[in-house]
């Protein structure tokens, strides 16, 4: 009995520590969405705490045109979509070329990529500013997809690799005895067979590209290239953003709404990908 | 099997595009920082050539000549030797290789040689008084962010390690957990940022009036423009942002954990502080250490959430080092934004590689 009363308490406390961190996770967000829907007198006056009374559609309409949430959001789809195939493309083929095919260097290439990855280069947007800037990719669309795209680049390498040489060869014997040269193989053999890292390779490099800052930062400076997370910044700090809160917070939703939605509709797989990226770099 | 020529450069093209983009973004970068720390200037055509005087102003003579006093002679030392060593040895290896290695090593012995000249030329100004002036304002910003990342290693590590031992233990629905714990790290540093600022900041007051509602006004603080509570506050939000990093991770390597080992302890007599010191961290070990390491790695190098949640402010008491980096960047000095970032990044690997060392020995007894 009175062991029964000791673990009983103690799984009350273990219940009340975990409930309340989790309530400090997600409170804020909800009261973000709540406050969003408010007049900016309203928000003044019960601070964001109490159902609105009317909703106001308004402010997500100030912030998508006035605040130009909507340019960001579309150039953040296109920089993700654009980067994130340029990695699978890239770093499949490079990948699938180091673990199968012969050439001379191939472990030197290798251990390249391998050091790239260890090496923290906390300030590498400086000489990437400046280099750039005197190639003239600075503030466009190109440069900031190729920069996203090397900084995807070595981890997935790794990925395809490794699994690649954990992948039986016959199937591709079997396509070679039929007839096909090395690039149909990687089409038609190796990518399907490739996506389990695929998805690994995906999932972790959109999240990325998508959160990325300093070197949107660095890059742009016209803001109808920028990504939404510059543009956030921006956006806050512009005449709109300092003054009306609950149009900041419509804004904070739109950024962050679509990322929560889609995190908890396949919550088991970005979780397992982004631990399997970061647990190897 | 054998190549043809042909074949090679067949296969070696599936990998042309990654080392083409790997080569412009990285390599070169990589190396470029090095000869843009030794000019003063913005960009390609304004830049000035001024030797080692960027690092002289960060590490004062005397760190001028001790850096570049080891790196020269690392530079200098470690082909000779491996000159010294191939002249006894066979030849191994593909000729072409052999010469290109050839290469490399004169190379790293003439930059050596100029590391140490530059060095000797430092020697002589570390007993002139006038030579002395540091750059101390960047020495305070290494300073915040290691204060930072002192609070990332134990409140945050603490947090995750005890969420993580609660869900690992008791409950079955860690799903659930596991799922809002993780979602701070997914969503930005941006998001996050602005949102604590607009929860903290003094007008609209949200944090402030809930504390009243409670009945905890002497907690209210003005967490953001307050110097004395600044740099914590930016401590805690980060803390409270990363924390489900660890958190997963640990988990997963509590759960790699066989259960019968705890049985068999628990059949032994061990009581449940026993089996945590005996079993538990010995066997964590490895991934608590990965952990440590990712937190530095990541900690350091923030610079979204300081940019967003204070603006670097107050009086720039939140300006941590690679936020430092940046503004030096911005004010046309990309000479001396990138020999900060040399000596953070040589920081930080040396931090790393001595933590997987030490973690290499413990894992051997």
């Given at each position: 009995m009175k062991y029964k009363i000791k673990k009983f308490f103690l799984l009350f406390l273990v219940h009340t520590f975990?409930?309340?961190?989790?309530?400090?996770?997600?409170?804020?967000?909800?009261?973000?969405?709540?406050?969003?829907?408010?007049?900016?007198?309203?928000?003044?006056?019960?601070?964001?705490?109490?159902?609105?009374?009317?909703?106001?559609?308004?402010?997500?309409?100030?912030?998508?045109?006035?605040?130009?949430?909507?340019?960001?959001?579309?150039?953040?789809?296109?920089?993700?979509?654009v980067s994130v195939i340029g990695i699978v493309v890239i770093s499949s083929l490079a990948g699938y070329s180091l673990s199968r095919l012969q050439f001379r260097g191939k472990n030197f290439i290798f251990f390249l990529f391998l050091a790239a990855m260890m090496i923290p280069t906390p300030a590498g947007f400086v000489p990437l500013y400046v280099l750039l800037k005197a190639v003239g990719l600075l503030n466009t669309r190109v440069g900031y997809c190729l920069a996203m795209v090397n900084v995807g680049l070595s981890l997935s390498i790794y990925l395809y690799k490794t699994f690649f040489d954990k992948l039986p060869r016959d199937l591709e014997?079997?396509?070679?005895?039929?007839?096909?040269?090395?690039?149909?193989?990687?089409?038609?053999?190796?990518?399907?067979?490739?996506?389990?890292?695929?998805?690994?390779?995906?999932?972790?490099?959109?999240?990325?590209?998508?959160?990325?800052?300093?070197?949107?930062?660095?890059?742009?400076?016209?803001?109808?290239?920028?990504?939404?997370?510059?543009?956030?910044?921006?956006?806050?700090?512009?005449?709109?953003g300092l003054t009306n809160y609950t149009v900041l917070m419509a804004g904070l939703t739109i950024a962050s709404l679509p990322i929560i939605i889609i995190y908890l509709m396949m919550q088991k797989h970005i979780i397992k990908g982004i631990t399997a990226g970061a647990l190897v770099g | 099997m054998h190549y043809t020529l042909k074949e090679e450069i067949k296969n070696f093209s599936f990998i042309l595009p990654a080392l083409v983009i790997f080569s412009f973004f990285y390599i070169l970068p990589f190396f470029y920082t090095f000869l843009l720390a030794l000019h003063q200037g913005s960009g390609l055509s304004s830049l000035k050539f001024v030797g080692l005087e960027n690092f002289r102003r960060l590490l004062s003579p005397a760190g001028v000549v001790i850096l570049s006093g080891s790196m020269g002679s690392i530079l200098v030392v470690a082909p000779l030797l491996r000159f010294w060593k191939e002249r006894k040895a066979a030849p191994e290896g593909s000729r072409v290789k052999r010469i290109i290695l050839r290469i490399v090593?004169?190379?790293?012995?003439?930059?050596?040689?100029?590391?140490?000249?530059?060095?000797?030329?430092?020697?002589?100004?570390?007993?002139?008084?006038s030579a002395w002036v540091i750059d101390r304002e960047w020495?305070?910003?290494?300073?915040?962010?290691?204060?930072?990342?002192?609070?990332?290693l134990t409140f945050q590590n603490f947090l995750a390690f005890a969420l993580a031992l609660c869900v690992d233990r008791a409950i079955r629905t860690g799903q659930i957990y596991r799922a809002i714990f993780f979602l701070l790290p997914v969503l930005s540093e941006?998001?996050?940022?602005?949102?604590?600022?607009?929860?903290?900041?003094?007008?609209?007051?949200?944090l402030p009036h809930f504390l009243e509602r409670l009945g905890l006004e002497s907690w209210i603080r003005d967490w953001l423009n307050d110097p004395r509570y600044a740099l914590t506050t930016l401590a805690?939000?980060?803390?409270?942002?990363?924390?489900?990093?660890?958190?997963?991770?640990?988990?997963?390597?509590?759960?790699?954990?066989?259960?019968?080992?705890?049985?068999?302890?628990?059949?032994?007599?061990?009581?449940?502080?026993?089996?945590?010191?005996?079993?538990?961290?010995?066997?964590?070990?490895?991934?608590?250490?990965?952990?440590?390491?990712?937190?530095?790695?990541?900690?350091?190098?923030?610079i979204g959430l300081p940019m967003v949640l204070t603006r670097g402010g107050p009086a720039g008491r939140t300006t941590v080092s690679v936020l430092r980096i940046y503004n030096e960047l911005k004010n046309y000095h990309a000479g001396y934004a990138s020999s900060q970032g040399i000596i953070l990044g040589i920081i930080l690997v040396t931090l790393s590689f001595t933590l997987l060392k030490i973690s290499n020995k413990l894992k051997k007894i």
């Open positions: 975990l409930i309340s961190v989790a309530i400090s996770c997600i409170f804020p967000f909800l009261w973000m969405i709540n406050s969003s829907f408010k007049s900016n007198s309203e928000f003044i006056s019960d601070y964001g705490f109490k159902f609105p009374h009317k909703i106001m559609w308004k402010n997500y309409f100030i912030a998508f045109c006035q605040g130009k949430m909507g340019i960001y959001f579309l150039n953040s789809l296109i920089y993700t979509f014997d079997a396509a070679r005895i039929d007839g096909c040269n090395r690039l149909r193989i990687w089409w038609h053999v190796i990518l399907p067979l490739a996506r389990p890292a695929t998805a690994v390779v995906v999932i972790f490099n959109a999240l990325n590209v998508w959160n990325e800052f300093v070197l949107a930062l660095v890059i742009f400076s016209n803001r109808n290239l920028m990504p939404l997370q510059v543009g956030l910044k921006e956006f806050a700090s512009s005449s709109v | 090593g004169i190379g790293s012995i003439g930059i050596g040689g100029v590391c140490i000249f530059y060095g000797f030329r430092a020697f002589s100004e570390i007993f002139s008084s020495w305070a910003s290494v300073g915040r962010s290691f204060y930072i990342t002192l609070w990332a941006i998001i996050i940022g602005l949102l604590v600022r607009s929860l903290l900041l003094p007008y609209p007051g949200v805690i939000t980060h803390c409270w942002r990363g924390f489900g990093w660890g958190f997963v991770i640990l988990l997963a390597g509590l759960q790699t954990i066989p259960q019968t080992l705890y049985e068999a302890a628990r059949i032994d007599g061990a009581n449940g502080w026993q089996r945590f010191i005996r079993i538990t961290i010995p066997l964590m070990l490895p991934v608590i250490v990965l952990v440590v390491i990712l937190t530095i790695l990541g900690t350091v190098q923030v």
